[in-house]
C-alpha cells in the first residue's frame, strides 16, 4: 500500500492560513475510477482513497506509516516569508502617514 505525506497549501480564496499547520497522509488509489453508466457519477472501489489522516509532525506521520508497513512518500512544502506590517490594517488610517492618501 502506498500513501504519500504532505503539508496542504493555502486556499486561493483567502490569505489565511488555516489548515496548513498539520501533516497529512493521504493514501494512492489503487484502482482506477468508473463512471456509472446509469447516472454519470464517477466512482471507485478503492475505499482508501477516501481516507485521509492528520499528524501535528512530519515524524508522527512517518512512524505511522512504517508501524504499519505503508511505504509513503514525502512531498516538502514550499515554505514563503510572512508578510507583516509593522501597523498592520490600522496603518491604512494612520494619521501620521507620510505618502499621500491614494484611496
Known amino acids: 500500500m502506498r ?4 503539508k496542504p497549501a493555502k486556499t486561493a ?3 489565511g492560513t488555516a489548515k496548513t499547520k498539520q501533516w497529512v497522509l493521504e493514501f494512492m488509489p489503487t ?6 453508466p446509469l447516472m ?3 466512482s471507485s ?9 492528520y499528524f501535528d509532525d512530519l ?3 512517518q512512524d505511522y506509516a512504517k508501524d504499519r508497513g505503508i511505504e509513503a512518500v514525502v512531498t516538502k ?5 510572512p508578510n507583516i506590517r509593522p501597523g498592520g490594517y490600522g ?3 494612520a494619521t501620521d502617514r507620510k505618502g499621500a492618501w491614494t484611496h
Do not use: P
Open 31 to 36: 484502482a482506477a475510477r468508473g463512471i456509472d
Open 91 to 93: 496603518d491604512n488610517f
Open 3 to 6: 500513501a504519500r505525506i504532505y
Open 59 to 61: 515524524e508522527a506521520a
Open 40 to 42: 454519470g457519477w464517477t
Open 77 to 81: 512544502a514550499k515554505t514563503r516569508k
Open 13 to 15: 480564496m483567502s490569505s
Open 45 to 53: 472501489s478503492d475505499m482508501n482513497s477516501q481516507v485521509r489522516l
